[in-house]
């Protein structure tokens, strides 16, 4: 599946795949042996790929993990995964098209795998919200890990979404509340939970399946707290700045690995995982099972401990004297008294 | 008690005239009407005409819930740093200097222990003044030290929310704030604690999707404003007309997330009779009045 959608940054690799094809064209033709011409511009492709990839801007990192033809959960898990049983529903109120679950078998390992997913067409994509799950995605991502917990499997989660959806029916039905109870949930299960964000990693929703004991992110994902446009949007007020509110908000995988927040960074293909999504996929399934091979042999007091541990050291803080106190007003308020 | 100077005593809700700077008007967004800030503080700021509920500082809050002088403040030297070294029309250095400056405070949440009735508890007290109340590594490991404390001393947890979310000058490191604390309240309850969360105006976003909707109770203020994503980007997303009291405090009691709205007169009352049932050491049934 050679990728047909060309980010601007990508141009010039596209130029000279057109004129590969035209030299393809021209040889056949013609019946003339262009072979040495091909090889070098192939050759030249490859290098200018290379060249771009190493020096992408956080912005141009956002693009290519929104590519349209980046590989997806399903994907990934018909890639990675064999004996995938699909099952639906949160036994509430509905199933939701953005939240992919099911057993599946990785490596040597039957899993629980649950992950966002977008879709590829202008109808699948009204079914799954652009990858932005609903309330029932939260409580049916819960009721799989649960399930599997029950029965000893470890849990595989992908991470590929905008945001929970923000929507009339989300609020209706309590998204915050569905996100904070798997936040809570996540902490108490006793499985391995092996965790990796594939594209985007839009906010809370991301976050309502994030919790694990080893977070994996794709070299090409980001993770942010706030979108780029909604981040400029307040900054700048303009989305225009997309751009410069990517680099300061520091969602590149390189960043979240530098404040301790992910702990390992998997690469990609040359030319991102929409170049070679196989490549991908062999990759991924490589530090997803070196995770579980490890896990499963922690016994599960210890695993608990642990993921308790990993996430309370997370954050940033100056621990300042035991007795200071800001300068300005003690307090703005009558009631502090004078 | 850093926080609040030397001379502080929470005797009374009530406040004398003269502390109370003259000549202070505002109008209410309930009504419309012009009132004076005098008069609002005797209501414990609520609008006499129209019982809209307007910010409380943390001072009053406190003063409102708890027992006199049984405040105790826990954790109130930790600052925030810039790890992102942020910087857009303004830094977040400058940011967080301007809103110590305006408030009085080092960063958005008071917590500490004190007593509500005879109840012994964990109270974090958020403060939307500072930073629209959002939640950075500071406000992330307070609430998650108050949690762990009271799960230590076998304390319920009351926690007085108002927040726009995770903070964004703090980039990821906020959003992980969401499931750290949650992982506290997990530990807490797990140790068969209570947990009480009271909503007030506005609170959403990261906090709402972490501890604040985790709450073995929920109790919200009359017409706070409750919910995950923003109006304006639900109106621009969905392209759909949102209905009459969307997000409001009644709109999610009428949905099923509150437990109760109360008004701010009644929140202490309440609270003690939730505690009185939810605690550990649960007060003695008093004899029926005969
Ligand atoms: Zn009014």
Redesign the pocket.
Request: with cysteine; net charge neutral.
């Given at each position: 599946m050679p990728s047909t959608y060309v980010l601007p940054f990508e141009k010039p690799i596209a130029e000279l795949e057109q004129k590969l094809r035209e030299l393809h064209r021209f040889s056949e033709e013609q019946d003339i042996d262009v072979s040495g011409e091909i090889r070098r511009i192939e050759e030249k492709i490859r290098e200018l790929r290379r060249k771009i990839y190493s020096e992408l801007t956080p912005w141009q990192q956002v693009q290519v993990a929104r590519h349209p033809q980046r590989p997806y959960t399903r994907d990934y898990i018909g890639a990675m995964m064999r004996e995938f049983v699909e099952l639906h529903g949160d036994r509430r109120f509905g199933d939701d098209a953005a939240m992919v679950g099911g057993f599946a078998t990785i490596g040597s390992h039957r899993v629980m795998v649950i992950g966002t997913q977008k879709g590829r067409d202008t109808k699948s994509n009204v079914r799954c919200h652009f990858g932005c799950a609903l309330p029932e995605g939260y409580r049916k991502a819960l009721r799989l890990m649960r399930l599997a917990a029950r029965f000893g499997r470890p849990i595989v989660t992908l991470i590929d979404t905008p945001g929970a959806y923000p929507g009339i029916e989300s609020e209706e039905r309590h998204i915050a509340e569905a996100i904070a109870v798997n936040l809570r949930e996540m902490f108490t299960l006793p499985v391995p939970i092996v965790v990796a964000v594939i594209g985007e990693g839009g906010s809370g929703g991301a976050l309502g399946i994030g919790v694990g004991d080893r977070i994996l992110i794709l070299e090409h994902a980001y993770y942010s707290v706030i979108s780029p446009e909604g981040c400029a949007a307040i900054l700048w007020k303009d989305r225009a700045y997309a751009d410069r509110a990517a680099a300061v908000l520091k969602l590149t995988a390189a960043d979240l690995r530098r404040f301790g927040l992910v702990d390992e960074v998997v690469p990609e293909p040359e030319g991102g995982a929409h170049a070679a999504p196989a490549m991908a996929a062999t990759l991924l399934a490589a530090a997803i099972t070196r995770a579980l091979d490890d896990l499963v042999r922690v016994p599960s007091a210890e695993l608990l401990d642990a993921r308790y541990r990993k996430f309370r050291q997370m954050g940033i803080w100056i621990e300042g004297a035991a007795d200071a106190v800001p300068p300005g007003p003690r307090d703005a308020d009558p009631a502090a008294g004078a | 008690m850093a926080l609040f100077g030397k001379k502080t005593r929470y005797t009374s809700v009530t406040v004398r005239k003269r502390d109370i700077p003259d000549g202070l008007w505002v109008k209410?967004p309930?009504?419309g009407?012009i009132?004076y800030r005098n008069a609002l503080a005797e209501a414990l700021q609520v609008?006499p005409?129209?019982q809209?509920h307007f910010p409380m500082s943390r001072a009053e809050r406190i003063a409102l819930l708890t027992e006199p002088a049984s405040w105790s403040e826990w954790d109130a030297h930790l600052r925030s740093a810039d790890p992102l070294e942020f910087t857009g029309a303004t830094s977040y250095r400058e940011k967080l200097e301007e809103n110590i400056r305006t408030t009085g405070h080092p960063d958005a949440v008071s917590c500490g222990g004190a007593r509500i009735g005879p109840h012994e508890v964990a109270l974090g007290v958020m403060d939307f003044a500072f930073l629209g109340g959002s939640m950075g590594s500071v406000v992330g490991e307070k609430i998650t030290r108050l949690i762990e404390r009271a799960t230590a001393e076998r304390r319920p947890v009351v926690i007085v929310c108002a927040s726009g979310g995770a903070r964004m000058y703090e980039g990821m490191l906020s959003l992980m704030q969401m499931a750290k604390t949650s992982a506290a309240c997990a530990r807490h309850r797990d140790a068969g604690l209570p947990y009480i969360a009271v909503l007030t105006n506005p609170t959403t976003a990261g906090v709402m999707a972490s501890f604040a909707t985790l709450g073995d109770v929920i109790i919200a203020e009359p017409g706070a404003l409750i919910g995950f994503a923003g109006p304006r980007v639900i109106r621009e997303t969905t392209q759909q007309e949102l209905p009459p009291g969307f997000q409001t405090a009644e709109f999610l009691l009428d949905h099923g997330l509150l437990d109760a709205v109360v008004h701010r007169r009644d929140l202490k009352t309440v609270l003690i009779r939730l505690l009185d049932y939810l605690a550990p050491a649960g007060a003695a049934v008093p004899a029926p009045a005969p």
């Open positions: - | 209410c309930g009504c009407e009132v609008c005409k129209c809209y």
